[in-house]
Structures are given as structure tokens and as C-alpha cells.
């Protein structure tokens, strides 16, 4: 066996204190604003209830494969995306820092939408939005400026609870995996499903109710012989289950060597997609109740996905409905928590990668990237453009960077032994039910083939069409900056050297992974 110094040598490796603990913080990891916000409004738009179809046959064939892939490299190599991929081929660290950095951009935008949520939560016991959402969201609360500008005008309103939410998120990473990540994810979970099961109860009520709902699962069956359908609900599926940038590979390094780890992905992509389903119940109830209150159908409401539905379209209801402020404060309390448990997953990514390479502790660890992400948080998101900001590099580090990682992941694993043949052998080992052979196909072919159609439809539109009606030089900036920022700062990492003595040929590894 060789002798190279691993993180888990040179200090005593974080460990889960039991499957549950894991379990629980995968399925928080899963859970997060875009189940709330994204897949009602893409399942409506893409078939109603037939969209249904899709989406399990991509949760079946491609999300819970790659889920299996990032489970077998982390508790195989028992490290997190650099350690672990070059421990298969010294060459695989920069990949491992590139999931690495694709996370460190999410964390400085996402933190900025809690930060919107949990002053929500508080705005809605007045219903301080008045007769005009939209206004309110838009210019007084958030002070956006023009698609075609850019402003360092910082705005209090986010200011202030963004660096709350940044010194309760550090706070958690820095007691480590047992006592922050896991004690966090075991609270804030079941009180999140409680939260939002309150909710659904309380929409299923609202007059209107069936009519949303009949709009949310009519089929549209001929919907399936559309490509684009297909490829939406492979999407949703990829960000919701949050597979392809290390999130999952590094939560099963910390996994005991004896784990069922195909049973608990099984357990938590079902469960992401249960929670799903409820939203979608949830606030397509509230739209029904939203379209019969206006004396409209719910095909002729605007605004069913992403922040506008959030902070927009939701507040019109609260005010609408008997008891709203009720209402108001169980959704966006819900957007908080399912929002950190998201970002407490994103973070481990960075702080544990910074732990394996320079040997720090939890605690250092979170001293060191918290300074940066909570300056770049506040310089880029906590402004008058941070709406614009936040909207041009969430779809360009997902749809290019996300996407592009996915890719490389799998044919990584592909090529690189013990290839997809030796990780599925070695899930086989430890779990229950076994993998078939033909999850080697799955993601070393169909699923690359899948994501890359995915990712050259992506560039060929951002390229001829630009985005979203964006200034082209805020495009090029934030958009094709953040991917190229990930690139770059995944090729210093690699360079730099470890803080302790290992080997970085293959030639004594090999013998591990064999």
C-alpha cells in the first residue's frame, strides 16, 4: 500500500456520525430555492403532468447515475473533488478544483437570495410591498437599475441581512462536518418540510385551489415529442439534485468505509423530487387562488418561475388572502432554511477542499474563504445591479460551467482507472441494491452525450443572441468572467503545492484503486 500522505493521514478526517446524519444533509443539499421557485413553473410550461414522464426518466437515467458516480469517487478516495481526482491521475486535481470554484461563484449569489428571503419573512408581517409587488421588489427594496448598467451604489436593505447570513453560515462550517454541518441539516430540514407542508395545507384551502392545480397536472401529451421538453427536465434534474460540481462526492468522503451508499441515493433523489411535487402542489394552489380572485385563467398570470414568482407574484397573493402575513412568513421562512441547507452543502465544497490542500482546520478553513465571499457578496450582490449581476452569472455558471463539469466528470471517470467498471464494483462492495453494468454506459456515454447537446445549444444562444436583453459587455463580464474566473483559479490551485509531503505520481496510487 503507498505511503503517500492523505488529508485523512495528516489530521484526523470529519466523519458523519451516522447515515442519517448523511442522508439528512444530502436531501438538504438537494432541496433548495430552485425546487420552489423553478420546477413548478418549468413543469407548467413543459407539458403540465406530462412533464412528469421526462423528468422520472431523467431522475432514473441520469440524475441518480451521476449521483451513484459522485458517491463511488468521494468514498472511494475519501477526499473532496482535488484530493479525490488526483488520487485516480495526478492530472485530475484541476477538475476537482474546478467543481471547487463553480461552487465558490454560486455561494456569493446565493447568499444574496436568502439574504432577500429572510427580509421578506419580516416584510410580510406588514405587508410592506403595499398595492404594488412589483415596484417595491424592483425599486425600493431592491433599487435595480437598467439592463444596460452597472452600479457600485450599495443597498442597505441587502447589506445588512446578507452579512447576517454569512456570519450564521460561517459560524456552522466552522465546527466541521459532525458538529456544524450535520447538527444544522438535522434541524433545519424537518423544520423546513413541517414549514412548508403548513403552507400546502393552507393553499389546498384558498378558493381557486383546483383550478391551479388542474392547470399544474393537465398532460399535454403531445409535449413529449418535443426535444426541448426533454432537455428541460434533464436540466431540473442535474440543478435540483445538485450533481456535477463535487457537492455529493465530497458529503460521501465523509461517509464510514462501510456505508449503504446506492440505497441513500435512491432515498435522497426520490426525496428531492417528492419535495418537488409538494411545491409545485403548493404554489400552483396559490396561483389558482391568485387567478380566481382576478376573475383570469392561471395560462394568463405572469411571473411562474424564478425570483419574480418569489417576490412578486407571492407577495400580490399574501395580500389577496385571509391571514396572509401567516402565509407569508411560512414561505419565506421556508425559501431561508431550504436556501441554507443549499448553501451550508456548497460551502463544505470550498472549505473542505481548502482543509485536504492546506492541512487547516474547520475553523481556519472558514476564517479563509470567508473573507473573500462575503466581500465579493456584498461588493457584486449587495448593489443596485446585483439583480442583474445575479441573474447573467447564475445562468451562465450553470448552464456552461455546471454543465461543461458534468461532462468532464463522467468521461473522467470513464477513461481514468479504476474507470466506471472499478467504481461500480467498489459501490457493489458496500451497498444494497447493486448497480447493473449498464450504469457504465449511462454516464460514461449516454449521459455525456445528453449534457454536451445541452451545452452547445447553451453557447450557440448565448453567443448569437447574447442574454436576457443584457448589456453585451455586462455579458461578457460576469457571464463568460465567471467561467473563465473558475478556469483560472482552478489552474492556480492546482499549481500550488500541498502542505504536506505526498506523491504525485500514479505509479504507487495505482496499486489503491486497482
Request: hydrophobic content about 50%; some cysteine.
Amino acid at each position: 500500500m503507498s505511503t503517500a500522505a492523505s488529508p485523512a493521514k495528516r489530521r484526523t478526517r470529519d466523519t458523519w456520525t451516522s447515515q442519517t446524519g448523511f442522508l439528512m444533509a444530502a436531501i438538504g443539499s438537494a432541496i433548495g430555492l430552485g425546487n420552489i421557485w423553478r420546477f413548478p413553473g418549468v413543469a407548467y410550461t413543459n407539458g403540465g403532468g406530462a412533464f412528469l414522464v421526462p423528468y422520472l426518466v431523467a431522475l432514473l437515467f441520469a440524475g441518480i447515475p451521476i449521483l451513484w458516480l459522485e458517491y463511488a469517487v468521494g468514498h472511494k478516495f475519501r477526499g473532496t473533488p482535488p484530493w479525490a481526482f488526483r488520487r485516480m491521475n495526478a492530472k485530475g486535481e484541476f477538475l476537482g478544483w474546478l467543481c471547487v470554484f463553480i461552487c465558490f461563484v454560486i455561494i456569493t449569489y446565493y447568499a444574496a437570495v436568502v439574504a432577500w428571503s429572510g427580509s421578506y419573512v419580516f416584510y410580510s408581517i406588514t405587508e410592506a410591498w403595499g398595492e404594488d409587488s412589483q415596484t417595491f421588489f424592483l425599486s425600493s427594496f431592491l433599487g435595480t437599475v437598467g439592463s444596460d448598467e452597472f452600479s457600485w451604489t450599495p443597498v442597505a436593505a441587502v447589506a445588512i441581512p446578507l452579512v447576517l447570513v454569512w456570519a450564521c453560515i460561517l459560524l456552522i462550517a466552522s465546527f466541521g462536518v459532525a458538529r456544524g454541518l450535520e447538527k444544522a441539516n438535522k434541524i433545519f430540514l424537518p423544520l423546513l418540510v413541517v414549514l412548508f407542508l403548513a403552507l400546502v395545507v393552507r393553499a389546498l384551502f384558498l378558493p381557486g385551489a383546483l383550478e391551479g392545480l388542474s392547470a399544474f397536472f393537465t398532460p399535454n401529451w403531445s409535449s413529449l415529442t418535443q426535444p426541448k421538453v426533454w432537455l428541460a427536465a434533464f436540466a431540473q434534474i442535474f440543478f435540483s439534485l445538485s450533481v456535477g460540481f463535487g457537492i455529493m462526492l465530497t458529503y460521501a468522503s465523509y461517509l464510514q468505509k462501510k456505508s449503504n451508499v446506492t440505497g441513500t441515493a435512491l432515498v435522497a433523489g426520490f426525496a428531492n423530487s417528492s419535495f418537488e411535487i409538494l411545491a409545485g402542489i403548493g404554489v400552483f394552489s396559490a396561483l389558482g387562488f391568485m387567478a380566481h380572485s382576478q376573475g383570469v385563467t392561471v395560462s394568463e398570470l405572469k411571473g411562474l418561475t424564478g425570483p419574480i414568482l418569489s417576490f412578486v407574484t407571492f407577495p400580490k397573493i399574501i395580500s389577496m388572502m385571509p391571514g396572509g402575513p401567516l402565509f407569508g412568513v411560512l414561505f419565506f421562512s421556508s425559501l431561508v432554511l431550504a436556501g441554507i441547507t443549499s448553501l451550508l452543502s456548497l460551502l463544505q465544497v470550498v472549505s473542505g477542499a481548502i482543509q485536504d490542500k492546506f492541512a487547516l482546520t474547520p475553523a481556519k478553513a472558514s476564517l479563509v474563504m470567508g473573507i473573500p465571499t462575503t466581500i465579493i457578496s456584498l461588493a457584486f450582490f449587495a448593489t443596485r445591479s446585483g439583480l442583474n449581476t445575479l441573474d447573467i452569472i447564475d445562468n451562465f455558471i450553470n448552464n456552461v460551467g455546471v454543465v461543461g463539469c458534468a461532462i468532464a466528470m463522467a468521461l473522467y471517470t470513464a477513461l481514468v482507472r479504476p474507470r466506471l467498471r472499478g467504481l461500480r464494483r467498489h459501490l457493489n462492495s458496500v451497498s444494497a441494491p447493486s448497480i447493473p453494468p449498464v450504469w457504465d454506459y449511462l454516464v460514461g456515454i449516454v449521459i455525456p452525450l445528453v449534457l454536451a447537446f445541452m451545452l452547445v445549444t447553451s453557447v450557440i444562444s448565448s453567443i448569437s443572441e447574447g442574454y436576457g436583453g443584457y448589456a453585451g459587455y455586462l455579458v461578457n463580464i460576469f457571464g463568460w468572467g465567471s467561467v473563465g474566473f473558475a478556469l483560472l483559479a482552478s489552474a492556480i490551485l492546482t499549481l500550488m503545492p500541498w502542505s504536506h509531503p505526498h506523491r504525485s505520481s500514479t505509479s504507487s496510487t495505482s496499486k489503491e484503486i486497482a
